[in-house]
């Protein structure tokens, strides 16, 4: 549905995207991770064609971003960057002055639109009135009445609370599996991703250091909460075993190990075994390790 192919751009010298390339299938929902200033928003910008790469291209649909705009575009809606509208203006007329600029306001479906975001009963007050989530629902609503197949999502969470977060969660994947629409949007909340996503992209200082599945977190190196006594007896026998030790009592044993094997030997060397807890892998510990392992 969507390809990014070797993006590179730079402003004022400085690399900000560095041959990035990743691909979203059709129907999934995906993850573009990465610290403040690692190549997010200027991947989207350059998605929306808002911003010109100096090297690479985008294709949605097979159709080229920078050849043909307004064709590839045509089945995206989008949430970028902080969403404005006319705070004078009721919810309605923002809708229907904001679609007037692209392609025609259809009443019926504004109204379809409004009431799936939940701002039937706040549609027709000022925007002026509007709580932050109720703008973010406004935004949504506006994203969606192109009937895209393509959504793309601009930190949509940012100052939403605990409830206004579960709702956008619940809502997303519901356009995925009832509408089978594609998702692409960055988040710095990993553990909503963990649960929202089918892949995540990580960028790094304008690079790609990790495009994969999130279902596939947990099936390489087995995790475990270790504690044991005393630790410096047990260390050689844990790397002879193939592990390490990650941080302060977790340990990481190759895939395949036996950690009975590795209990076993422990207690035959004295070593005093109080827990060997397995640890579920999370996003958020693949995260850390990948910034870790690209830092020069």
């Known amino acids: 549905m969507l390809e990014i192919r070797a993006l590179s751009k730079s402003f004022g010298g400085k690399p900000a995207l560095r041959d990035v390339s990743f691909a979203v299938a059709r129907g999934e929902i995906h993850g573009l991770l990465g610290h403040n200033g690692a190549g997010k928003s200027t991947t989207l910008g350059i ?13 949605i649909g097979g159709v080229s971003v920078l050849a043909n705009r307004s064709q590839a575009l045509r089945k995206v809606g989008a949430i970028f960057e902080a969403p404005a509208f006319y705070d004078y203006l009721s919810g309605w007329d923002n809708l229907r002055l904001l679609m007037g600029y692209s392609g025609g ?26 709580s932050h989530g109720m703008r973010q629902r406004l935004a949504l609503a506006q994203s969606l009445l192109p ?21 956008f969660r619940d809502f997303i994947l519901r356009l995925r599996d009832e ?35 999130v279902g596939g977190l947990h099936e390489d190196d087995l995790m ?14 844990i790397h002879a075993a193939g592990g390490e030790v990650v941080s302060g009592r977790r340990i ?8 009975a094997a590795l209990v076993e030997s422990l207690v035959k060397a004295g070593v005093r075994v109080r827990a060997l807890a397995p640890v579920k892998r999370s996003l958020e510990d693949l995260y850390m390790e990948m910034l870790r392992a690209a830092q020069p």
């Not at 990481?252 to 190990?257: D, E, N, S, Y």
């Open 147 to 167: 009937e895209p197949e393509l959504l793309l999502l601009d930190e949509p969470t940012d100052g939403l609370d605990p409830e206004g977060i579960k709702w």
């Open 252 to 259: 990481r044993l190759p895939h395949g190990a036996d950690p």
């Open 179 to 213: 509408r089978g629409m594609t998702v692409l949007f960055n988040s710095h909340l990993l553990a909503e991703v963990e649960l929202m996503c089918d892949k995540v992209t990580i960028l790094r200082d304008g690079k790609r250091v990790f495009e994969g599945a």
């Open 105 to 130: 306001f259809d009443p019926k479906a504004a109204l379809e639109t409004a009431e799936i975001v939940g701002l039937t009963k706040r549609i027709h007050s000022k925007v002026r009135t509007y």
């Open 47 to 59: 998605i929306l064609g808002m911003v010109m790469p100096d090297a690479g291209d985008v294709t």
């Open 224 to 237: 475990f909460e270790a504690d044991l006594e005393p630790w410096e007896r047990a260390l050689p026998l």
